[in-house]
């Protein structure tokens, strides 16, 4: 349980940190394609185009970024298997939390006392969860339900990018909310996935939610690169958070076996419930956002990192 609990923290720590250097990034491109006036950023719709996400996908702060996402990403798997879901998503997701911290320091933001409270609620619901959780459920599941986890992660992925670039400057919440959705898919597949342990390469290429896992994370950082280039607002990045906790918690407790310990179980739901609302709360209460190309103090022109960043 400890060493788990440390590992979810540590993703927690990449991801938030990753989350900041990305939204510069992608804030920076954007800049740079409005300045330019240049028409082959923007679709039809308003939101950014494939060139445009392409090409904040290559400044160097997003790349250190996304390095940082995959560390992580690899920290939640190991955490997503040693933690009950509904423990292991809610720690990765006080990403919030870290990056409302680093901000101090990086962005010279001074916190509202609304912000510190919700911090300090996050905090006290993951003791809560910490205390509640029992063993988690042993992840044997029939191959079947790897396949509807795969189709799920496709029509999820797929049906959701086209939604999002219909919509366009407009999708910036429910492009956060799909993120968030592929980021649940993706630790529920990590769950799931068969020959890891004992690992056996033939049983691993041949479970399909190995390739649901791909489909998610890759779709889920794209639709994340396009809420940040739209403007990460507070509503979006909360819809993150729901999306990659609630859903991937209900399903650990209904479909992989997580419990909580004997007599716990309203300690866990309370933790669980609190966590979410709190990490909403630190969303919410952020400084609000300006538009992507309006200049301001404290750009990345002035030498300095944007004032307000979306977190995973």
């Not at 650990?252 to 004997?262: E, F, H, I, N, Q």
Request: glycine share 14%.
């Amino acid at each position: 349980m400890i060493i788990g609990l440390l590992t979810a923290v540590a993703a927690s720590v990449c991801y938030g940190t990753g989350s900041v250097l990305q939204a510069v990034g992608s804030r920076k491109s954007a800049r740079r394609e409005a300045a330019e006036s240049a028409t082959t950023g923007v679709t039809q719709h308003g939101g950014p185009s494939l060139s445009s996400t392409a090409k904040a996908a290559v400044t160097w702060e997003f790349m250190v970024g996304t390095v940082l996402d995959f560390i992580g990403f690899g920290l939640g798997a190991l955490a997503a298997r040693l933690l009950p879901l509904f423990l292991s998503q809610t720690v990765i997701s006080a990403n919030l939390v870290i990056t409302a911290v680093l901000s101090i320091k990086l962005l010279g933001i001074r916190l509202s006392r609304a912000e510190w409270s919700s911090i300090g609620v996050v905090c006290g619901a993951l003791v809560l969860l910490a205390t509640a959780a029992g063993p988690e459920g042993s992840g044997h599941t029939p191959i079947a339900t790897h396949w509807w986890l795969l189709v799920a992660s496709i029509v999820l992925i797929g049906g959701g990018t086209l939604i999002v670039r219909l919509l366009g400057g407009r999708a910036a919440i429910l492009a956060g909310l799909l993120s968030g959705l592929g980021f649940g898919a993706l630790g529920v597949g990590v769950r799931v996935l068969n020959g890891v342990d004992p690992f056996h390469l033939p049983s691993l290429l041949a479970d399909p939610a190995l390739y649901a896992i791909l489909v998610a994370g890759i779709g889920g950082m794209y639709l994340h690169t396009v809420a940040l280039q739209i403007g990460s607002v507070n509503g979006a990045t909360a819809a993150l958070v729901v999306g990659e906790t609630v859903v991937p918690g209900i399903l650990g407790v209904l479909w992989l076996g997580d419990a909580s310990r004997p007599g716990f179980a309203w300690v866990a739901v309370l933790g669980f419930v609190v966590a979410v609302a709190g990490a909403v709360a630190v969303a919410w209460y952020g400084e609000p956002e300006q538009e992507p190309g309006a200049p301001r103090a404290g750009s990345p022109e002035d030498g300095e990192l944007p004032q307000e960043v979306a977190a995973r």
